[in-house]
C-alpha cells in the first residue's frame, strides 16, 4: 500500500487522499475532524475541545463512537466512517429513528453537542437494541452537555428501544 495516500469511506462514499506537506495534500498530523469539515465539507461534527473530552466532535469509525479530533487522518486509512450526515436516508432524506426520538423528546437545544450525542447513541443501539440504562450512561460518559437535562437523552433513547426499533433493517451499517 502506498503510505502517501491515505483511503476513507465516509458515509459510504470512499475518499482517496494524497499526504504529504505540498499544496493540495492532506498533512500527516491533520485530524479526522478537519479532514471531514474542511476538506469533505461534511459540519455535523463539531470542533470544541480539541482535545476528546466533550464529545462534539464524535463520530462512528468502524462501529466504534471515536472523538474525532483526537484521530489522525492518516491513521484512519481503510476505516468506515460515519458522520451525522450520513444517518439520514441518502435517497428520500429520511432521519434515521435515533434523530427522530431526539427531535420528539425535545433532547437538544442549541444542537452544538447533539450531533455527537446522537452519534454514541447510534453506535450503542448498533450494538445493543435494548440496552440497559448503565450501558446509556456509559456510552455517553464521553459526551458534554452545557444546556439540556440528559434526562431528555435517555427518554429519547429508551423510546427507541422501547419500540422495538430493529437498526439491522434499514439503519445499521449505513456505511
Not at 486509512?77 to 450520513?86: F, H, K, V, Y
Amino acid at each position: 500500500m502506498d503510505s502517501n495516500v491515505t483511503t476513507l469511506y465516509v458515509n459510504g462514499t470512499k475518499y482517496t487522499f494524497s499526504m504529504g506537506d505540498h499544496f493540495g495534500q492532506v498533512p500527516y498530523g491533520e485530524t479526522l475532524l478537519d479532514t471531514l469539515r474542511e476538506r469533505l465539507g461534511l459540519t455535523g461534527a463539531k470542533k470544541s475541545c480539541d482535545q476528546g473530552a466533550c464529545g462534539c466532535c464524535t463520530v462512528i469509525k468502524d462501529g466504534d463512537a471515536v472523538p474525532s479530533c483526537m484521530l489522525l487522518t492518516v491513521d484512519c486509512d481503510g476505516a468506515q466512517i460515519t458522520t451525522l450526515e450520513g444517518l439520514a436516508d441518502p435517497e428520500t432524506g429520511e432521519l434515521a429513528p435515533v434523530q427522530k426520538a431526539f427531535i420528539e423528546h425535545n433532547a437538544f437545544q442549541c444542537g452544538f453537542c447533539t450531533p455527537g450525542i446522537i452519534m454514541s447513541t447510534q453506535a450503542l443501539l448498533e450494538k445493543d437494541p435494548a440496552p440497559s440504562e448503565e450501558a446509556v450512561k456509559d456510552a455517553l460518559s464521553g459526551n458534554y452537555c452545557r444546556c439540556i437535562s440528559h434526562y431528555h437523552v435517555f427518554d429519547a433513547i429508551a423510546s427507541l428501544a422501547g419500540r422495538g426499533v430493529d437498526l439491522d433493517e434499514k439503519w445499521r451499517g449505513r456505511r
